[in-house]
């Protein structure tokens, strides 16, 4: 079964800390894989991976894919109160499909 | 962002009823999904589309169908709407570059309550 684990479910953090996010998959033909930040409303587009081991940056935000291992992490560093959101990864595999985890929430508290 | 909009926004609806979501994309976009997303859930694919008239299922299809008449809208139909339909419903679309897409690009979401 095609799937998408992402942990931990939920994380609570000071602002300041640096936090590292965990997305392990499982699916047939792999294409990319992507990650999401939902705040209220509709999931936006963080970043798209598709090759090992070259890391993606923007800002304080930067994603990591290792094929081989099936995971992709998403580090953020100097957290500050608007990065609380949920961060879903999503894999896009077979000829069409994009499925994705059941998200991490973050909460940073001032 | 890319244009990509719902409607409706919102829907209360009786349980027998037939439902049907709108999905309207301004981008020329190949490729359209819906998803609902529910508590411990994520996003999970209904159906999706990869051009007109080509549609297939997703993990969840029981109960819904979907149609692609033109590139920039995607119906979802609940053929008799159940409680356990209940869930906010996301369209996405994207387009694609060669071997990969680009990311999707997502509505606001409808939040439909069966009751």
């Known amino acids: 079964e095609d799937k998408v684990v992402q942990s931990p479910l939920s994380l609570v953090v000071h602002e300041g800390d640096t936090v590292t996010l965990n997305c392990s998959y499982e699916v047939t033909n792999f294409r990319s894989l992507l990650w999401y930040k939902q705040e209220k409303k509709a999931p936006t587009f963080l970043f798209m991976l598709t090759s090992s081991g070259i890391e993606k940056k923007s800002g304080r935000l930067s994603s990591i894919l290792d094929k081989k291992e099936l995971f992709s992490i998403l580090n953020i560093t100097a957290t500050q109160t608007g990065d609380s959101a949920v961060y879903l990864c999503a894999v896009e595999y077979n000829t069409d499909k994009l499925i994705f985890g059941t998200g991490t929430r973050l909460q940073v508290f001032p | 962002d890319a244009g990509i909009t719902q409607s409706p926004r919102h829907k209360v609806t009786e349980t027998g009823t037939p439902v049907t979501l709108r999905c309207h994309q301004t981008e020329n976009h190949r490729y359209m999904y819906w998803y609902r997303q529910d508590p411990g859930h994520g996003l999970r694919l209904i159906h999706y589309s990869y051009g007109v008239k080509d549609t297939d299922k997703g993990e969840v299809s029981d109960g819904y169908s979907v149609s692609r008449s033109k590139t920039e809208d995607f119906l979802l139909t609940l053929e008799s709407a159940t409680s356990s339909q209940t869930s906010v419903y996301f369209c996405?679309?994207?387009?694609?570059?060669?071997?990969?897409?680009?990311?999707?690009?997502f509505g606001q979401g409808t939040r439909l309550t069966v009751v």
């Open positions: 996405a679309s994207s387009r694609a570059t060669g071997f990969f897409h680009t990311e999707a690009f």
